[in-house]
């Protein structure tokens, strides 16, 4: 019956479009969606203006921070639970899995500063049964071993997946370029083999030769154009690195392999792809191959994407990356570095064993009259650094400076991380350069050519 219900509701609706006119009624369709958008707030653009653009790289590297930060959280816990041995009972595990179920059911308390400094906000939202902050790190077991791990069967099998297809784009990105360079730089049309030898051949006569045929000019104008779209393209990627390394450096920068490699093969992959444009447009004899070399190009330096091939492998994409990134960091910012703080010191079971209370300025500490240390904190200095720049005492976030910190006794990492200002140095010189080769390139490849053959040439050549 609903099937035949829909139906009917469907013919309705297509003779009423029948009745009216159909541009009146895209206008009004544009108007009911616009009315629908009223109120609602797109929280991806806040995510993608905060957040750089994903690849495999920087996903393995938040993957890296998260069970970083899982596994110590996990560790104090199972700590806890053979603390509170009697308390609880049972075995360590059973312990262990008690206290994640009373931690789901918890509740969040909101002091009065708190609820006044909401006031005009929906405080439903803070008022949780639960702690998000600590969930998201506690629930789903890690292991410890020579990386830290998943030890979900799917968990692990998405972990493994990441990291397989981040260390495979690495290779074809550090050595693709570079193998392409090599197999043709002792072709005879590598003219930067000899670059002697071919400064004297460049003249007028030789540029605008007009002994080539159609095809000859059609390939050298192609490989013109192309050139300079593939030199735009590199360029455009270039800014957006620039930009993306402060972001990602601000959020997540630190303490990982990925984080500090994944920008500086993107800036080789690059650099070498410079390269290889005039070296392999140089053998190429039709227009048409023109077209796919420049395309192979683009496919080797966007390869690690998450909006391209790395996404689609992975199953992920930029926006979901952009809102992991974003809710990581979100999360760590109210997670307690030791989580004895949010622990009721004289809990009798495990119902009463979370204590969990915000205060006007942070999550409170179950222990002292104080705020509880979090995972990531804000440098006690940025306030006045931003007052003396913006005449008010509360930074933007992207101006906050904070530290991050995995262990209690650990090392303090600071954010945004000195790796990202070397990274964004990097980028900015290769912006430079890029904007001078988007002009030169074209001139140079359209200059320095194959060389002309001269009736006269090839007279000489066949008496010999």
């Not at 509170?84 to 909101?110: C, H, M, P, Q, W």
């Not at 030199?231 to 993306?244: G, I, K, P, S, T």
């Not at 140089?282 to 192979?296: G, I, P, R």
Request: glycine share 6%; proline share 4%; charged share 20%.
């Amino acid at each position: 019956m609903k099937l035949a219900s829909s139906m009917q509701k469907t013919s309705a609706l297509e003779k009423h479009f029948h009745t009216k006119h159909p541009l009146r009624m895209f206008y009004r369709d544009v108007l009911d969606e616009v009315e629908g958008c009223k109120g609602h707030f797109d929280l991806s653009a806040v995510w993608a203006r905060l957040a750089p653009s994903g690849n495999v790289y920087r996903l393995c590297a938040l993957q890296e921070v998260r069970l970083g930060h899982c596994a110590d959280l996990q560790s104090q816990l199972r700590e806890l639970a053979e603390e509170f041995e009697e308390t609880l009972g049972g075995t360590s595990e059973e312990r262990y899995n008690l206290l994640i179920a009373s931690l789901k059911e918890a509740k969040v308390d909101l002091d009065e500063a708190y609820e006044q400094a909401e006031k005009g906000w929906e405080l439903d939202s803070f008022k949780t049964t639960g702690y998000p902050p600590l969930e998201e790190f506690l629930v789903g077991n890690v292991s410890r071993g020579l990386f830290v791990a998943p030890a979900e069967p799917g968990a692990w099998k998405d972990w493994c997946t990441s990291k397989l297809v981040g260390c495979m784009v690495a290779v074809v990105q550090i050595l693709g370029p570079v193998m392409v360079v090599l197999s043709l730089w002792q072709d005879p049309t590598n003219y930067l083999q000899h670059p002697l030898e071919t400064a004297k051949r460049i003249s007028v006569n030789n540029v605008f030769c007009v002994e080539r045929d159609m095809g000859e000019w059609c390939t050298i104008l192609m490989g013109v154009v192309f050139s300079f779209f593939v030199v735009v393209q590199l360029l455009n990627y270039a800014h957006e690195e620039l930009e993306d390394a402060y972001k990602f450096g601000r959020l997540a920068g630190c303490a990982s392999f990925w984080a500090f490699a994944g920008g500086y093969i993107n800036a080789w992959c690059v650099m070498w792809n410079i390269l290889v444009i005039p070296v392999s447009f140089w053998k190429l004899t039709h227009a048409s191959q023109v077209v796919l070399n420049a395309m192979t190009i683009l496919f080797m330096f966007n390869l690690d994407d998450l909006a391209g091939t790395a996404g689609a492998v992975l199953g992920t994409s930029d926006t979901l990356f952009q809102r992991g990134l974003c809710w990581n960091y979100a999360l760590l910012s109210q997670c307690p570095l030791d989580l004895r703080d949010v622990v009721n010191p004289k809990a009798t079971s495990a119902a009463d064993f979370w204590q969990l209370r915000l205060t006007a300025t942070a999550l409170q500490s179950a222990r002292a009259a104080q705020n509880a240390e979090t995972r990531v904190a804000p440098f006690e200095q940025t306030p006045l650094l931003a007052a003396n720049r913006n005449g008010h005492g509360v930074p933007s976030l992207e101006q906050l400076k904070v530290c991050m910190r995995f262990t209690k006794d650990g090392s303090i990492y600071q954010l945004p991380s000195a790796n990202s200002s070397i990274q964004a140095s990097l980028w900015q010189l290769l912006v430079w350069i890029l904007r001078l080769l988007q002009v030169l390139m074209p001139a140079f490849y359209f200059v320095v050519n194959k060389p002309c053959t001269h009736p006269d040439d090839a007279t000489a050549a066949s008496k010999y």
